[in-house]
DNA sequence: CGCATGCTTGAATTTAATCAACCCTAGTGG
DNA sequence: CCACTAGGGTTGATTAAATTCAAGCATGCG
């Protein structure tokens, strides 16, 4: 089922045993845990398991994703290095992970990651703050499903991998499409064809530029912004109200 | 911008105002908190505003929602009697709350909150399962949103409701909906037309039986299960792995 | 080279959205 | 008490957007 079977686990860290250098990041709680491998398109767990395990992505790129009756895939979130999963669950894993490319993960016990963060009041707001960020991005990505049409959402996704990747939001600006057609279609409730042809499309009209399969350049920062119908010109702490009359539809 | 302006409020309980009678879960904070009359249509809080309080429901139904550029809307959940808001975020509130039907709140300072939750090992497990609950409505939001046509949306919206106020499951329960169509059409990603038509249909079937505007019988309830497209059969700990190929596409 | 996989493109189909009309009910006021 | 009204809800006809079905293209790998 996992792989990595034949991996060695140190005695778990209590919180004793990091004495004299507790970490002030999560990311530092894994530090000292060995590597492990993952080959592309391998599971790293599956929707249903105890969940036994928290992670941390050392390099690479997962998917995670849930299954319907009749086969339909979801895919929530993709995950890249530095991105800690596994923290909003009670027992079991409400989803699947599987790495896109070949991928580097740490594993921590949950059992002993929760001693660390509840002795910790260094690192409880930081799990606070990763809980709220994962359920902000939640929210977005209703909103994205809910009334966004392909366009809107194939330019938010671009707009959120350019954002992920470089902090960078300039024009010319490269972004990294690890994940193939499938996994982006089924990220944002479309299908292959329809993220195809609209890919194609902005292509066309010259506000992204093709850099092979997995690659693309932002020529029209401003006008993926515009496009992609967050009102993103405005992140900072003031925001304008709205008033819900006469807009689009849908 | 917030109603109940006029409202006496004590000095906030700090964790020593609670010496003595320490809650043992997270309504128990609230006990002590005047209680505030919202009437139907009233917010709230909004989108946007410095998020300075938590709020328990005491009675009533609230909309939480967020406003996209041109005006479109969408509900990302409802609140009911007994349910909390206001947790899962940093400084700003990240959805405006709009009282549905007369409702009854009451407040509780987040910093006050935040020192309660610290200082308490009983509560903080609470919270974090509170965080996880919420999250996993979210995923099985985003599902529904993404992968679901209008009548699974509509019966997975039914089933929702009904295991919410009674833990009921059976047939001829009878299901509240005190939200308009247009609410429902809003958290469900459809237009209030198309809600209407699916209920309709539902009925014509004789799977629910409308009881007036707001209220629905639940007739053939293995019915709307199957319908809802979620495997609700297997909701105990074990779940069946099914393999990712050849279901319906979309 | 030849195959497989992933991606693109085109045409037909389907679902839900849109546009438009009408109905029902609760609440108001004469 | 009843008529009127406004808001919410339903229903029908039409349209639009995305899906589905189908074919072909590109890239990479044995």
Redesign the interface.
Known sequence: MLQAENVYYPKELTNGGLLGSEPHCLQGLFRKQPVEHLAAGQSLF???DAAKHVFEVVEGDLRIF?????????I?GFLHTGDIVGV???N?Y??SAEAITETKVRRFSRKAFEAEI?NS?EL?PEVF?H??D???A??D???L???KNAEERVCSFLLKQLRRHSGCRQSNAIVELPMTRLDMA?YL?L?IETVSRTMTKLTNKGIVASVGRHCVRIVRYATIVQLS???DEYDG???A??????????
């Open positions: 599956f929707e249903g849930k299954i319907i009756s009749d086969g339909r895939r979801v929530t909003s669950l009670k079991h409400l989803y509840s009041p409880r703050a809980l709220c994962e359920m902000a939640a929210q990505q209703m909103v499903l809910s009334r089924d409730g299908t119908g967050n009102d702490d003031e925001r109200v709205i008033a819900y009359a006469g807009g689009k539809r849908h």
